[in-house]
T-cell receptor, first 113, second 116 residues
């Protein structure tokens, strides 16, 4: 158990819908990262937050957004869902913004029908 | 361009033997970190080992060691005395400093199967 929690574990929804994925980092970790794992794209970095502020952005679609709250938990919002958004979404956390190991949560498996 | 390459899509190893999983990387940044993660069939990503670009010695963590050859830009994972529970996908990843935060760039992974 990495100490990073993600909910829900599985999510099945329809095209055009909106969903919210939630992540709680390890106690004491200030940075949260979101990654998407799909068969065709592999593991892709989406976005990073550090202590409430956006720190780095990857190939995140405009339909996707994220935020980190004062209690340091983070949410990833996916809207206007398409079939191709079906993937495993990971949240990871680290103590600081760059130099430390990232510990991954169990992931949320999103299926868009 | 920053890139991680894992050229072995799948590998087999006999239980109790050692195995090397290959990883090469590409970056022009002198400061970076290299990571290995294990992903069993259950899906979670488990951190295994880390090597910093300025570290003089190869990293080791129990049965895992990282064979870091900076001039060749390779960071191979060596698993000694393989166990059945080592069967999983293994990902090599790189973190580059600078203004890119702490994002990890992952390779495509190597699926390791340990035979009894």
């Amino acid at each position: 158990d990495s100490g990073v929690t993600q909910t829900p574990k599985h999510l099945i929804t329809a095209t055009g819908q909106r969903v919210t994925l939630r992540c709680s980092p390890r106690s004491g970790d200030l940075s949260v990262y979101w990654y998407q794992q799909s068969l065709d794209q592999g593991l892709q970095f989406l976005i990073q937050y550090y202590n409430g502020e956006e720190r780095a952005k990857g190939n995140i679609l405009e339909r996707f957004s994220a935020q980190q709250f004062p209690d340091l938990h983070s949410e990833l919002n996916l809207s206007s869902l398409e079939l191709g958004d079906s993937a495993l979404y990971f949240c990871a956390s680290s103590i600081s913004g760059g130099d430390n190991e990232q510990f991954f949560g169990p992931g949320t498996r999103l299926t868009v029908l | 361009a920053q890139k991680i390459t894992q050229t072995q899509p799948g590998m087999f190893v006999q239980e109790k033997e050692a195995v090397t999983l290959d990883c090469t990387y590409d970056t022009s940044d002198p400061s970076y970190g290299l990571f290995w993660y294990k992903q069993p069939s259950s899906g979670e990503m488990i951190f295994l080992i880390y090597q910093g670009s300025y570290d003089q010695q190869n990293a080791t963590e129990g049965r895992y060691s990282l064979n870091f050859q900076k001039a060749r830009k390779s960071a191979n994972l060596v698993i000694s005395a393989s166990q059945l529970g080592d069967s999983a996908m293994y990902f090599c990843a790189m973190r580059v400093r600078g203004n890119q935060g702490g994002k990890l760039i992952f390779g495509q992974g190597t699926e390791l199967s340990v035979k009894p």
